[in-house]
């Protein structure tokens, strides 16, 4: 099945930084989301972004589908952006959606 | 985000028992899914439904069963409980397209000693 593999697997920043996290997948998708899980263990879902590039506050994405990789910006970070990251992808159909391992990303004020 | 909640939210229970965890969806979500979360392991599928009484395994499903008998409410079962069933188990929902928004209830907390 596709892999998908997550880098930075740990990040440290402080606060009003920006930062990068990438998400890189092993076959063609039409599908890829990626959440926030905060540090009480909620998931949020921050984008539905199978291609192009979408804005959400101080959040972005963008997803290179030729490229096989998708990018989520941070900028301006505050400590309630800390947490895990996880990018999804279709394992066996649209809507089976396999899971990265994560970036945690930790906002220091 | 979608009305998604789970019960219990914190559970102990002993091995060999059974125990069922719910999951109930007020949006007319027509695809639910069961996912387990593990240090290490991430986020994995257990199983999921395309429509009342239509379920199918996902990449974890041994051990577990599902049932789906009204579009809103999505159940999974434990029959004879171990250790390493100890987990914390998210239940999710997506709409009427299989490319739409995934979203998760908050969570079950499942301890098995």
């Known amino acids: 099945g596709i892999q998908v593999e997550q880098s930075p697997p740990d990040l440290i920043l402080q606060e009003g930084a920006n930062s990068t996290l990438r998400c890189n997948f092993s076959?063609?998708?039409?599908?890829l989301q990626w959440f926030h899980q905060n540090p009480w263990g909620q998931l949020i879902n921050l984008f539905y972004?199978?291609?192009g590039t979408k804005q959400n506050g101080r959040l972005s994405a963008t997803t290179v589908a030729t490229e096989r990789y998708s990018l989520l910006y941070i900028s301006s970070s505050q400590t309630t952006d800390s947490g895990v990251y996880f990018c999804?992808?279709?394992?066996?159909?649209?809507?089976?959606?396999?899971f990265g391992k994560g970036n945690q990303v930790v906002v220091i004020p | 985000d979608a009305g998604i909640t789970q019960s219990p939210r914190h559970k102990v229970t002993e091995t060999g028992t059974p125990v069922t965890l719910r999951c109930h969806q007020t949006?007319?979500?027509?695809?639910m899914y069961w996912y387990r979360q593990d240090p290490g392991h991430g986020l994995r599928l257990i199983h999921y439904?395309?429509?009342?009484?239509?379920?199918d395994k996902g990449e974890v499903s041994d051990g577990y069963s599902v049932s789906r008998s009204k579009t809103e409410d999505f159940l999974l079962t434990l029959e004879s409980a171990t250790s390493s069933q100890t987990s914390v188990y998210f239940c999710?929902?997506?709409?009427?397209?299989?490319?739409?928004?995934?979203?998760f209830g908050s969570g079950t907390q499942l301890s098995v000693l």
């Open positions: 999710a929902s997506q709409g009427g397209a299989t490319n739409e928004k995934l979203f």
């Open positions: 999804a992808v279709p394992r066996y159909g649209n809507n089976r959606l396999a």
């Open positions: 076959d063609s998708v039409n599908n």
């Open positions: 949006e007319n979500h027509r695809y």
């Open positions: 972004i199978p291609s």
């Open positions: 439904s395309y429509g009342v009484k239509d379920t």
